[in-house]
Every structure is written in structure tokens, then in C-alpha cells.
């Protein structure tokens, strides 16, 4: 019977999948990048237990992330090779990540789109109070020129 050795979360592994695993950690990037698809794949076919079997799957995309952290996802994925690549955690991570970013990026734009808006619908106002183009410009942060055109399209 295989020797097991407890991991930090109270899973158990055998210690020659443990072994590996440590290795791979302390790798330097460019020799991990070649262990990665060999380690799943062993991990695929060798472990039975498919518990097990998906934990240590899902441990060794932890620790793709955070030692390839600062590689393009692209870059991950070429890394990895994997034709199941959509049924990784480390995709739906990734995936998370970008959906994340891009609301983000949404989110900014229409806010700056809206308070633009709301700049420029101010301006005929502003006229009628009797402020300067100058004067509006300046209170609005807006340019002469973008004034000057907000005051014409009235």
C-alpha cells in the first residue's frame, strides 16, 4: 500500500503525487511549464479515486495560477494543451476574471458617458443665468469649444 501524506487542507495524497506536486511548485517557470500537461495527465490516469482525482486537479490550477500569474491567458492555455480546456476551473477562474474586468470597464464608460451628458444638457441653463461661455466651461470642465458647440446644438 502507497504511503499517503496529509495536505494543508486535510486531504490526503499519496506521497509520490505529493512529491510531484511540491516539485512542480518549486520549479522554476520555464521547467513547471513543461511538467504541467504531464502532471495532469498522470494525475488523470493514475489516481482511481475520482474525488481525489479532482482535487488534485483542481490543486495543480491553484498553483498554475498563482506561479503563472502574470501570463496572458492565451499563454496559459497553450501552456496547458488541454482539448477540455472550457471544463478546467482555472478557465471558469479566468473567465470570472475577464467578465469582471469588462463590467468594470462598462460601468466606467457609461459613468463618464452620463456625466458628460448631464455636462452638456446643463449648458443652455447656465446661458440663461447669464454666465460666460469662460465661466460655464470652467465650472463644468468642459472646453471652450465643446461649450460653444453644447450652447449651439440648444
Given at each position: 500500500?502507497?504511503?499517503?501524506?496529509?495536505?494543508?487542507?486535510?486531504?490526503?495524497?499519496?506521497t509520490?503525487?505529493?512529491?510531484?506536486?511540491?516539485?512542480?511548485?518549486?520549479?522554476?517557470?520555464?521547467?513547471?511549464?513543461?511538467?504541467?500537461?504531464?502532471?495532469?495527465?498522470?494525475?488523470?490516469?493514475?489516481?482511481?479515486?475520482?474525488?481525489?482525482?479532482?482535487?488534485?486537479?483542481?490543486?495543480?490550477?491553484?498553483?498554475?495560477?498563482y506561479?503563472?500569474g502574470?501570463?496572458?491567458?492565451?499563454?496559459?492555455?497553450?501552456?496547458?494543451?488541454?482539448?477540455?480546456?472550457?471544463?478546467?476551473?482555472?478557465?471558469?477562474?479566468?473567465?470570472?476574471?475577464?467578465?469582471?474586468?469588462?463590467?468594470?470597464?462598462?460601468?466606467?464608460?457609461?459613468?463618464?458617458?452620463v456625466?458628460?451628458?448631464?455636462?452638456?444638457e446643463?449648458?443652455?441653463?447656465?446661458?440663461?443665468?447669464?454666465l460666460?461661455?469662460?465661466?460655464?466651461?470652467?465650472?463644468?470642465?468642459?472646453?471652450?469649444?465643446?461649450?460653444?458647440?453644447?450652447?449651439?446644438?440648444?
Open positions: 500500500m502507497k504511503e499517503l501524506a496529509k495536505t494543508m487542507d486535510g486531504l490526503f495524497l499519496p509520490d503525487k505529493t512529491s510531484d506536486i511540491v516539485k512542480f511548485v518549486v520549479e522554476s517557470e520555464d521547467k513547471a511549464s513543461k511538467q504541467i500537461k504531464p502532471l495532469i495527465q498522470r494525475t488523470r490516469q493514475e489516481v482511481k479515486d475520482e474525488s481525489l482525482k479532482i482535487n488534485l486537479i483542481e490543486l495543480i490550477e491553484k498553483v498554475i495560477v506561479k503563472f502574470n501570463k496572458q491567458r492565451q499563454e496559459l492555455k497553450k501552456m496547458l494543451k488541454l482539448s477540455d480546456w472550457k471544463d478546467t476551473n482555472l478557465y471558469h477562474f479566468l473567465m470570472e476574471e475577464v467578465h469582471k474586468e469588462v463590467e468594470q470597464e462598462i460601468e466606467e464608460k457609461v459613468k463618464h458617458e456625466e458628460e451628458k448631464v455636462k452638456l446643463s449648458v443652455p441653463r447656465l446661458f440663461k443665468l447669464g460666460t461661455v469662460e465661466q460655464i466651461a470652467q465650472a463644468l470642465d468642459l472646453s471652450i469649444t465643446t461649450v460653444r458647440q453644447a450652447a449651439d446644438g440648444q
